[in-house]
């Protein structure tokens, strides 16, 4: 957290992208400022802190330091536990952030090289869905009740690609998603639809923009097992089809495994692990990832007892200090309650936050 | 001689529209269930959601309504105990439920939700010995006294569930039907309280029904598996076999399903089109055909019954003897046989 604070203060993006939206501000859409060349990422967030802020009191941290990149075509899978910061992270990215409570404290957010906490209104509305959109885990809770699905997918396109607002287009992005019989579902209400219809419906509405990142905030929690089989199957077929990035919040590291490409795993507000999924999954050096993976029976795996992760997450506000995860942890050393750590680069382009992090990945090389 | 013995369960309910109550159809939530536990043994009921898990679970505690079979306990007759008799029965079996945000009362202590069971039972003599007793099955379940002076928002999810289970174990219970209890908590929660029922299981003889839909927390806890799809149950045996060798493709969809940790399991997805019809409006034949990668005519038109083809290994297909690849586990998907078309 100090490490991330001077990272954050000595740099100068801020104040940069305050005055480069000024003076980019009325230029034609599709302009790029020079310098912004091809290896420019998709998102970048870096050092965001978001806290809740409360009457006369300071505001409680809850996302604390979290930086991330995605390039173009790439699935990030970002895991954690209730509590840990991940959905409101992935809110941030198209300013969703409930306000208030929730507020940027601080850090940046970046889609395309152009920072969106900086962005007026109209630049918002251009980015939100055409740039970035989102599933979340109800699609019956963010469909409209009282309108035809197919009316729903119709007023989505008319604000983001108005020339594609056609009868043809909606029943083209039902079938691409995967419902049968389109032309009676557009006619159907979405409490007419199953919960595993309805979250189609939804993606449906995410992608209908051609959004470059889709993201998908828990959209298979809510559902069945074939169900979600099927839910991630489509996000899978999208991805190579329409070639968007995708950023995965799940609590299920099974998830990950299926759809991801590179992992981060949060824990109390901060990114504890991020590793290629592979590596992440089957060598995990952060014990906090380690415990998560192991208190997951598998199937075809007998075992006595499953080996559970004691006491509960810390809750925002009431985060221990040093090492957060220090009075859970199984390797915990006398340091771990003094000393914060920061993230440390490994080899493999991994991160842990872990001082024995280095210690931990040997032991395994050995 | 069983625990507890179901015979051809079955719970239907009216559909009900406008003023004259006239019911245009009824759902058939079970249709047909039959099973039995044995005493200090877990079994696990799986199925997705609408297939009628939970109305088992409400059936067998008689908090809904039994339309036909007969429910055994202990070789008794106790489908239509009513009133005193019911009463007393309950106090040998006992429900935990899913959503422990909802299943206690917001307005009330954990030491009165959990008193108030001693108290309709008559269970404890006087304040003194009920908040002795009540510290007591704090502590067993792995919380302290003093909880017992919390209201269930001071609490976390895992803690609450814990609250519901102390309050299912204050009448000193001998089946416990656990109905989804680890679904909506997090990762980490949820081996903590597998960990508690296991260890509680042990202390207490006690004898689980343990509903879930995810099937390796299933596998983990339990002797038995039975699989319901659509009201009736269409596979049961042991946990073991089931998981790893199963015979109907409803158990082979859904085993196929489970997302795994191990990247290096490389396995072929059998993925179902469509969703579970509706318990109103069944397909005719086997419910599953509709959906089923195997389904040939006989499917769509006489329904299967459960059949022992290897000894405690139950399933209702008429495929079930068809010869088919063998599946070793985590190699192959378990329902790689039905990918391909047969």
């Given at each position: 957290?100090?490490m ?9 993006v801020?104040g ?15 302009f ?44 990030l ?18 300013r ?84 049968p019989a ?5 006619r159907?209400y ?19 923009p ?46 990950v ?52 992760i ?16 220090h ?36 032991e395994?090389?050995? | 001689m ?43 009921l ?33 489908t ?27 307005r009330m ?7 108030e ?44 569930q ?14 416990l ?29 006690l004898?689980?029904?343990?509903i ?98 290897t ?7 008429h ?15 378990p ?8």
């Amino acid at each position: 957290m100090i490490m991330g604070t001077v990272l954050f203060n000595a740099t100068p993006v801020a104040g940069a992208n305050r005055v480069w939206t000024r003076r980019f501000a009325g230029r034609p859409r599709g302009f790029r400022p020079s310098g912004s060349g091809h290896d420019m990422k998709l998102l970048e967030i870096c050092d965001l802190q978001i806290g809740f802020r409360r009457d006369g009191a300071p505001p409680v941290p809850v996302v604390d330091g979290v930086s991330l990149t995605l390039e173009p075509g790439e699935t990030l899978g970002l895991v954690g536990e209730s509590g840990c910061g991940k959905s409101l992270t992935a809110l941030a990215i198209a300013r969703l952030l409930p306000s208030p409570p929730a507020q940027v404290l601080g850090g940046d957010i970046r889609l395309e090289g152009r920072s969106v906490l900086q962005m007026s209104g109209a630049e918002l509305r251009r980015v939100r869905g055409r740039v970035v959109s989102y599933v979340f885990q109800e699609a019956g809770a963010s469909l409209n009740p009282v309108m035809r699905v197919g009316a729903q997918l119709r007023e989505c396109l008319r604000l983001h690609r108005p020339e594609a607002a056609t009868d043809a287009e909606v029943l083209r992005l039902l079938r691409l998603v995967g419902i049968p019989a389109p032309e009676t579902r557009a006619r159907s209400y979405p409490h007419e639809l199953s919960g595993g219809m309805q979250q189609r419906v939804m993606i449906a509405l995410a992608i209908a923009p051609r959004p470059k990142l889709l993201v998908a905030d828990e959209p298979t929690t809510a559902l069945d097992v074939t169900i979600q089989a099927q839910i991630i199957e489509l996000l899978r077929d999208l991805r190579r089809e329409l070639g968007m990035s995708i950023l995965l919040i799940t609590h299920n590291l099974g998830l990950v495994g299926d759809l991801a490409d590179r992992v981060a795993v949060m824990y109390a507000g901060q990114i504890v692990e991020a590793a290629p999924a592979r590596e992440l999954l089957k060598h995990p050096v952060h014990p906090y990832t380690r415990a998560l993976l192991n208190s997951v029976p598998a199937l075809g795996v007998r075992q006595e007892r499953l080996p559970a992760i004691p006491g509960t997450v810390p809750p925002p506000g009431a985060w221990p200090g040093g090492c957060r995860f220090h009075p859970r942890c199984p390797r915990r050393q006398a340091d771990c309650e003094a000393t914060p750590p920061g993230l440390t680069e490994l080899p493999g382009g991994r991160r842990a936050r872990c001082l024995y992090a280095r210690e931990i990945l040997e032991e395994k090389a050995r | 001689m069983a625990l507890l013995e179901v015979q051809n369960l079955h719970v239907h309910f009216p559909i009900r529209r406008g003023l004259l109550t006239r019911a245009p159809g009824t759902v058939k939530a079970v249709d047909g269930v039959s099973f039995s536990l044995a005493p200090g043994e877990t079994v696990g009921l799986v199925g997705e959601s609408g297939c009628g898990k939970t109305t088992v679970a409400r059936a067998l505690v008689r908090l809904v309504p039994v339309t036909k079979g007969r429910i055994f306990y202990a070789g008794r007759d106790v489908t239509a105990l009513n009133g005193a008799a019911l009463r007393a029965w309950r106090r040998q079996v006992q429900m935990v439920f899913q959503d422990p945000y909802s299943s206690l009362d917001p307005r009330m202590t954990v030491g009165q939700a959990i008193g108030e069971a001693l108290d309709i039972h008559g269970l404890a003599a006087n304040r003194t010995e009920r908040r002795e007793r009540v510290e007591k099955l704090l502590l067993d379940v792995g919380l302290e006294g003093s909880h017992a002076d919390r209201y269930p928002h001071e609490l976390s999810g895992g803690q609450r569930q814990r609250v519901g289970i102390a309050r299912a174990l204050a009448v000193e219970p001998k089946l416990l039907v656990c109905d989804e209890p680890v679904s909506a908590l997090d990762v980490s929660i949820q081996a903590q309280i597998v960990n508690l029922l296991q260890d509680l299981q042990r202390e207490h003889g006690l004898t689980y029904l343990f509903i879930a839909h995810d099937l390796a927390v299933v596998e983990h806890l339990s002797r038995r598996i039975l699989v319901m799809y659509l009201g009736r149950i269409v596979e049961a045996g042991e946990a073991r076999e089931v998981c790893r060798a199963p015979r109907h493709p409803y158990t082979q969809a859904l085993l196929s399903a489970v997302p795994g940790v191990d990247p290096d399991q490389k396995r072929t997805r059998l993925i179902l089109p469509g969703d579970p019809p509706s318990p109103l409006n069944p397909p005719p034949g086997c419910p599953f055909h509709p959906r089923c990668p195997l389904a040939e005519a006989r499917c769509r038109v006489e329904r299967p019954v459960l059949y022992e083809h290897t000894p405690g290994h139950f399933t209702a297909c008429h495929l079930v003897d068809a010869p088919r690849p063998p599946r070793p586990f985590g190699s192959t998907a378990p329902g790689a046989a039905a990918t391909s078309p047969a």
